[in-house]
């Protein structure tokens, strides 16, 4: 299967499609959310009209994976409206330089996947490389996702990475990609035990690209430019493994 790996906000079809496929996962497959509460079988909230949307498509443009990076804004992130408590430990890195990681899916079928809406993993046992191109497809699809954030991060000057992910999550991250996330406060209850993370953008961009391999040459050859005339990303893709 050839995959290709896009920032979608620019093009209102495959918006549609991601907000669908997000439907299929969170209401109608692990039913986190209630399906009468979304129009048209599309799942969606307030924290998207702030957020980059990263699709990874197949070769007949089916969608098989999907991630947003929610921006700071005046809505907050999506983790101070799901913990139950203050989260003192992300009160000196809100601002403009972060971001939160959300709503990571992959299709059915070819991922096993981690128990919260907030945060997903794909695939099953394979060795922590550093060349991820002989992974098995939900791994190349979720380290597809993991680079297109981390490059956007990038360009947009964001240092710092918010997630809400269960423990077993992210040991999973730190085993099989050494993705570093801290931990920043305690668990609380939400479709399982879930606790909120902090990365650092500099080390998640050394776990996610070799050397050999820049972030700046992924943007370039698989994302194209990643800046439009409008305030989002543009939607065009490339091959990413060719």
């Known amino acids: 299967m050839e ?29 986190f959310f209630e399906k009468g509460s979304f129009y048209g079988a599309m799942e969606t909230d307030l924290f998207d009209q702030h957020s980059f949307h990263f699709a990874a ?21 999506p983790m101070q409206h799901l913990c ?11 601002g403009e330089s972060s971001a939160e990681i959300s709503r990571l899916a992959i299709a059915t079928g070819f991922r096993t ?11 099953t046992a394979a060795d922590n490389k550093k060349d991820y191109t002989d992974l098995n497809l939900p791994f190349q699809i979720q380290i ?8 956007a991060c990038l360009q947009l000057d964001i240092m710092h990475l918010f997630a809400v992910m269960e423990k077993s999550l992210y040991e999973r991250l730190l085993s099989r ?22 990365g650092s953008i500099s080390e998640i961009e050394k776990s996610l690209f070799p050397e050999k391999f820049s972030p700046f040459q992924f943007q370039d050859r698989n994302a194209g430019n990643f800046y439009s005339d409008s305030p989002f990303f543009v939607a065009s893709y490339e091959k990413v493994w060719a």
Do not use: W
């Open 177 to 198: 990609f050494s993705l570093k996330f801290e931990p920043i406060g305690h668990g609380f209850e939400n479709h399982g035990t879930v606790f909120p993370f902090l």
């Open 57 to 77: 498509f197949d070769q007949f443009e089916n969608i098989k994976g999907y991630a947003r990076l929610v921006c700071h804004s005046e809505s907050g992130y």
């Open 84 to 94: 139950p408590y203050e989260i003192t430990g992300a009160r000196d890195f809100i």
């Open 113 to 123: 996947f981690c128990q919260n809406p907030c945060m997903g993993s794909a695939g």
């Open 144 to 151: 597809g996702l993991y680079r297109m954030i981390c490059a």
């Open 3 to 31: 995959l290709s790996f896009a920032c979608i906000n620019n093009d209102e079809n495959k918006m549609e499609q991601a907000f669908k496929f997000r439907y299929e996962i969170f209401c109608e497959e692990k039913k």
